[in-house]
């Protein structure tokens, strides 16, 4: 299993200019999230899925969108960059099986000019 | 809403030191928690977990007991290595009646530097 995979690994955007950051997990959890951290703050929960089909908002969503067509994908859209965004974004993934212990990825490191 | 709190960092330990790195939670029910772990350029990884009241979780020689009188999770090594310099993140995952149900909450992160 490759596990949680994330693309790219580094991305330098200007203000205003959109994108989308790609997760994927082949261990069909049923359970996605996506993490920003920021030093000295942790990871907030920006959104997360239980399921195909269902999100909700987490902690910090403003600015941020989701979707979850397949079990497997839950990719994560900058509508317009704003430096404000600058951070290393995680993509997570967990299961009711592991008491929702989270298999992160590698992570994304983002930086908005 | 549900929330951690972990000691405020860094800690800087000489090799064979004993550790403790201190979390405390608030949620409501019965938590599951964590610590992860994060080295230098990487993601976060599983260190240990504890699911119910008194449980240990323990891994590569650290240990956390699941205290609810307390609230508390603190993790302990009782001989550190330069290779367990990392960032360590204390998380909670809500119960079925709790309103982070699947999610974790995590504290701020402890930075451990550990010199030979």
């Known amino acids: 299993n490759a596990g949680v995979t994330q693309t790219p690994k580094f991305q330098v955007l200007k203000t205003g200019q959109s994108m989308t950051l790609q997760c994927a997990q082949d261990?069909?959890?049923?359970?996605m999230s996506w993490y920003r951290q920021d030093p000295g703050m942790g990871l907030r929960l920006i959104h997360y899925?239980?399921?195909?089909?269902?999100?909700d908002q987490g902690e910090v969503p403003n600015g941020y969108n989701v979707s979850r067509s397949t079990t497997e994908d839950f990719p994560l859209r900058l509508l317009s960059a704003a430096p404000s965004q600058t951070s290393v974004y995680f993509c997570?993934?967990?299961?009711?099986?592991?008491?929702?212990?989270?298999?992160f990825g590698p992570g994304t490191r983002l930086t908005v000019t | 809403g549900d929330s951690v709190t972990q000691m405020e960092g860094p800690v800087t330990l000489s090799e064979e030191a004993f550790l403790t790195i201190n979390c405390t939670y608030t949620?409501?029910?019965?938590?599951?928690l964590f610590w992860y772990v994060q080295y230098p350029g990487e993601g976060l990884q599983l260190l240990l977990k504890?699911?119910?009241?008194?449980d240990k979780g323990s891994n590569k020689g650290f240990e956390a007991t699941y205290r609810k009188e307390t609230t508390s999770f603190h993790l302990e090594k009782g001989s550190v290595q330069v290779s367990d310099s990392a960032v360590y993140f204390c998380?909670?995952?809500?119960?079925?009646?709790?309103?982070?149900?699947?999610?974790?909450?995590f504290g701020q992160g402890t930075i451990l530097t550990v010199h030979p």
């Open positions: 949620a409501t029910g019965y938590p599951s």
């Open positions: 261990m069909n959890h049923e359970y």
């Open positions: 504890a699911t119910k009241a008194d």
């Open positions: 899925s239980v399921g195909a089909g269902i999100t």
């Open positions: 997570a993934s967990s299961y009711r099986g592991t008491d929702y212990e989270q298999y």
């Open positions: 998380a909670l995952s809500g119960d079925a009646g709790g309103t982070s149900y699947g999610k974790l909450t």
